[in-house]
């Protein structure tokens, strides 16, 4: 009997336009749209393998080498979805094998800690998706397949493009225009870096999916945000990300994330992500960003303390000089801060 298998990777995405709450929880739509960059495919990724034979007794899956359950609505939902899609094209085809018919294996690993608090269900899901969409070999375009993922999880949909992509939000009660876009592939503009600073690798005390609920339903800030702040700045970023304007990219993403912070700090009880060490991240970029008399970083954080920051790969060392520098006690990292440059960081900085 023959075994059709498949491998995909997906990356992680990190937003700068942030998704933050739901209008529709069964089909995960979400109430404003969202703006993300997809790490390079080396970078922090998932690679999914998947079979599918008329011998496979049950659907399966093996997570970081354990198996896992299946069982959650949300990767059910996904699995229904593909094998409706393959079905129809089962239906056109009959010289096409009835795979939809048949089960799964599905292997699937990170190339990083999972505990180590980044964003690991957004390139999960996509990688998942993608792999069984290519091995169904489904006609539908990477637009089509994300809405698929946006079900799995709502980030997900951003992975399965590369470079800068948005999530349009869409007006459809069905979610049929709720999908991920292309906005700048990553050769447009390819000197974008971004440094994570793990700050802790605790697992987060507030699930998105519930801090999200929580806030949605609590914070009176979050509608000023979703009505009177995203909207304009979805468009902002979009152009400035078009033109490859760094100092407008990168003050609407530190905006946004500290926006999202305070909508999460604005429920009620209030939600926590960020810590002392996230705050100390914060003011030192801004600090930096003043001694060189032009924005070279920005900073974002999701639901957790870690920080992602965005520069441009020219400025790579003015920034972690200062960075390892802030954080010396820690990394063991010899600076080689020149006297000179030491004594302007020992007079400018307050960190
Ligand atoms: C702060 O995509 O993890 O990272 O749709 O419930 O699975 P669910 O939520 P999820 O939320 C991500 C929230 C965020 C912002 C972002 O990635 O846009």
């Known amino acids: 009997m023959a075994i059709y298998t498949v491998s995909k990777t997906a990356p992680v995405n990190i937003a700068t336009l942030k998704y933050w709450g739901k209008r529709d929880k069964n089909l995960n739509l979400p109430t404003n749209s969202s703006i993300s960059v997809t790490l390079a495919q080396d970078d922090l990724r998932t690679l999914t393998s998947v079979a599918t034979s008329e011998t496979f007794s049950q659907d399966q899956l093996w997570l970081n080498g354990k198996l896992e359950s299946l069982e959650s609505e949300r990767t059910q939902q996904c699995l229904q979805d593909l094998r409706n899609l393959r079905s129809k094209l089962e239906a056109g085809d009959s010289s096409l094998p009835p795979m939809s018919k048949w089960n799964l294996h599905i292997v699937s690993e990170n190339n990083f800690p999972t505990a180590a608090g980044l964003a690991s269900s957004a390139a999960g899901f996509a990688a998942l998706v993608a792999a069984i ?84 339903a609590t914070s009176d800030l979050f509608q000023e945000r979703i009505r009177n702040v995203v909207p304009k700045r979805f468009e902002e970023m979009k152009q400035a990300i078009q033109s490859r304007d760094f100092a407008s990219f990168a003050e609407l993403t530190m905006r946004d994330s500290n926006s999202f ?38 900073y974002t954080f999701d639901a957790g303390p870690n920080a992602v920051l965005y520069y441009l790969e020219q400025n790579e060392t003015k920034l972690m000089a200062f960075i390892y520098q802030a954080f010396q006690r820690n990394s063991g990292w010899d600076s080689k801060f020149s006297a000179k440059d030491l004594a302007a960081f020992e007079e400018h900085f307050t960190f």
């Open 261 to 298: 912070h305070a909508t999460c700090l604005d429920s009620y009880p209030p939600i926590f992500y960020m810590n002392d060490t996230s705050r100390q991240i914060v003011k030192l970029c801004h600090q930096i960003n003043a001694f060189y008399k032009e924005t070279i970083v920005a």
């Open 133 to 216: 969409a290519k091995l169904y070999e489904l006609p539908e375009s990477a637009s089509e397949i994300s809405k698929i993922a946006r079900k799995g999880s709502g980030s997900a949909c951003r992975s399965l493009f590369g470079g800068y992509v948005a999530w349009e939000m869409g007006s459809e009660a069905d979610g049929s225009d709720s999908k991920a876009v292309e906005v700048a592939s990553q050769s447009h503009w390819p000197d974008m870096k971004a440094a994570i600073l793990v700050v802790s690798a605790a697992k987060k005390d507030t699930p998105s999916t519930s801090g999200m609920q929580h806030t949605v």
